[in-house]
């Protein structure tokens, strides 16, 4: 459907009004995915922000097929809200299905119906310093205006994440800024985790994770980024165990397809082989019916002599 440009202005407008101090910007992150997803009527929508140590990882979705898809693209170090980052610009998949540059990341989420995807950068100072995404399960021809859309909630977004490090004056560093961050979205990440493994709401994932860290004497943060990392290794060994099987299973499919192709190949041989035979043997009895005539022949050439014979006697007189 169409873009209604005045409700864009006009939710964009209440974004701005409101904008969330520091201690709840996650909070306010969520009400620009939502309202992203609400306004353009997308399927789903999520916000990546930096991390000192790396690249951007998600912070905020609307729904698990959007935290997968920016979560495989981290674990494969590829995708469009990477490459968005990367290159300061809007990238677009009309459909991801059809995207050759993205089909291991399709391979994944292909099962949750993501295809038409668009992912665009969240700026500080002029520096990139996430993605605000979005997807579609349809394949979708993205106008400009949606794109101009995505890209006035990333402003928002942007503008929240200003206001929750903002220190002392506007000359903030985007170094400066990645570190301030970090903590937060490691927490993030690790409330995530807890709450998905143990069936808990985010709250009390976030009560256990402090009460261990607590207990521990450790800083909250060194221990959500433990708790995170530890899920993300469990994940790839599942997944390197996983590619395992399918490579044994690809393996004995194989060897099936060679050990048929073998044995179609045999009985190919053995019934040229039969058929050469009967040929063999249809020409031993076409010679032996040929034979048997000409014998015949000459038995009846050999009684009509002798008829002859006989008439000749009885014509001279020469009874028998």
Avoid: C, N
């Amino acid at each position: 459907m169409p873009v209604d440009r005045q409700l864009v202005a006009r939710t964009v407008s209440e974004l701005r009004a409101s904008l969330p101090e520091a201690d709840d910007l996650l909070v306010g992150l969520l009400r620009v995915v939502e309202a992203t997803r609400t306004v353009l009527e997308v399927d789903g929508a999520g916000l990546t922000l930096v991390h000192e140590d790396g690249p951007p990882r998600w912070v905020a979705a609307t729904d698990a097929a959007m935290e997968l898809l920016q979560q495989v693209q981290h674990d494969f170090g590829e995708g469009p809200y990477l490459q968005a980052y990367a290159q300061d610009r809007a990238v677009v998949v009309e459909d991801l299905r059809a995207a050759a540059a993205w089909t291991r990341i399709d391979a994944v989420v292909g099962q949750l119906h993501v295809r038409g995807v668009v992912s665009v950068p969240i700026r500080l100072q002029g520096q990139p310093v996430g993605t605000l995404d979005v997807y579609s399960t349809e394949p979708q021809a993205w106008t400009a205006y949606e794109l101009a859309a995505v890209a006035e909630f990333a402003s928002v977004a942007g503008e929240l994440v200003h206001t929750s490090v903002e220190v002392a004056a506007l000359e903030l560093e985007v170094a400066q800024l990645r570190q301030a961050l970090t903590s937060r979205v490691w927490i993030e990440q690790a409330k995530g985790v807890l709450a998905a493994t143990q069936g808990s709401d985010p709250e009390a994932a976030f009560q256990q994770l402090r009460g261990r860290a607590r207990a521990s004497s450790r800083q909250l943060a060194e221990l959500a980024q433990e708790v995170v990392q530890d899920a993300q290794r469990q994940r790839l060994a599942v997944q390197a165990l996983d590619d395992v099987r399918v490579r044994e299973a690809e393996a004995r499919a194989q060897a099936a397809e060679q050990a048929l192709q073998a044995g179609q190949a045999d009985l190919a041989q053995r019934r040229a082989a039969l058929d050469q035979a009967q040929v063999v043997a249809d020409e031993r009895e076409r010679v032996a019916d040929e034979r048997e005539r000409a014998a015949d022949d000459r038995d009846r050439i050999a009684d009509e002599r002798d008829r002859v014979a006989d008439e000749r006697d009885r014509a001279a007189g020469h009874p028998d």
